[in-house]
T-cell receptor, first 113, second 112 residues
Framework: EAGVTQSPTHLIKTRGQQATLRCSPI?????VYWYQQALGLGLQFLLW???????NRGNFPPRFSGRQFPNYSSELNVNALELEDSALYLCASTSTGEGYGYTFGSGTRLTVV | QKEVEQDPGPLSVPEGAIVSLNCTYSNSAFQYFMWYRQYSRKGPELLMY????GNKEDGRFTAQVDKSSKYISLFIRDSQPSDSATYLC????????????FGTGTRLKVLA
């Protein structure tokens, strides 16, 4: 069974540009979560999508947005990039009734220069 | 005050030692408690998943939850160099599809 896949693995952008990160959940999983892992800050909750709807968002500015497609894959968009957006962005998936914790992808390392 | 507090370490121990990793939390609504292990340049992988208070054992790993003290622990027996990683605690108010709150992680190094 394929795990959670994220692309690209690495992304280098210039301040002010936009970044698009992609995530494919485990087959059968309907919920996708996005987390930001910046150095020294741990995993910060960004967004949660379930059945195509945004269910919750963390304490991040509106320039962080995303969507979930009918096949449950998801996209995270970060507009007007700032240097402090440099981090590892992790996607995780689970399913209603799964009850056994998230499965994470390997992440996209975003570097803003 | 953060919802979940975790000592960042680093923690260095000799091979074979018993390791104790801990987290405290402030939200009494948390019911589900997880421990994840994260190797460098990888995503976190789930180690242990427990509900409410009590102990859970899986091989060399034991997870303990004390809801009255808002304190959770992960014990690693007979630690191995391959256990060297960052260990993250996570908590949730509900099972299945729900957001988790993570600690900052404790970096562990097991010396051969």
């Amino acid at each position: 069974e394929a795990g959670v896949t994220q692309s690209p693995t690495h992304l280098i952008k210039t301040r002010g540009q936009q970044a698009t990160l992609r995530c494919s959940p485990i087959s059968g999983h309907t919920s996708v979560y996005w987390y930001q892992q910046a150095l020294g800050l741990g995993l910060q909750f960004l967004l949660w999508y379930d059945e195509g709807e945004e269910r919750n968002r963390g304490n991040f500015p509106p320039r962080f947005s995303g969507r979930q497609f009918p096949n449950y894959s998801s996209e995270l968009n970060v507009n007007a990039l700032e240097l402090e957006d440099s981090a590892l962005y992790l996607c995780a998936s689970t399913s209603t009734g799964e009850g056994y914790g998230y499965t994470f992808g390997s992440g996209t390392r975003l570097t803003v220069v | 005050q953060k919802e979940v507090e975790q000592d960042p370490g680093p923690l260095s121990v000799p091979e074979g030692a018993i390791v104790s990793l801990n987290c405290t939390y402030s939200n009494s609504a948390f019911q589900y408690f997880m421990w994840y292990r994260q190797y460098s340049r990888k995503g976190p992988e789930l180690l242990m998943y427990t509900y409410s208070s009590g102990n859970k054992e899986d091989g060399r790993f034991t997870a303990q939850v004390d809801k009255s003290s808002k304190y959770i622990s992960l014990f690693i027996r007979d630690s191995q160099p391959s256990d060297s990683a960052t260990y993250l605690c996570a908590m949730s108010q509900a099972s299945g599809t729900y957001k988790y709150i993570f600690g900052t992680g404790t970096r562990l190094k097991v010396l051969a």
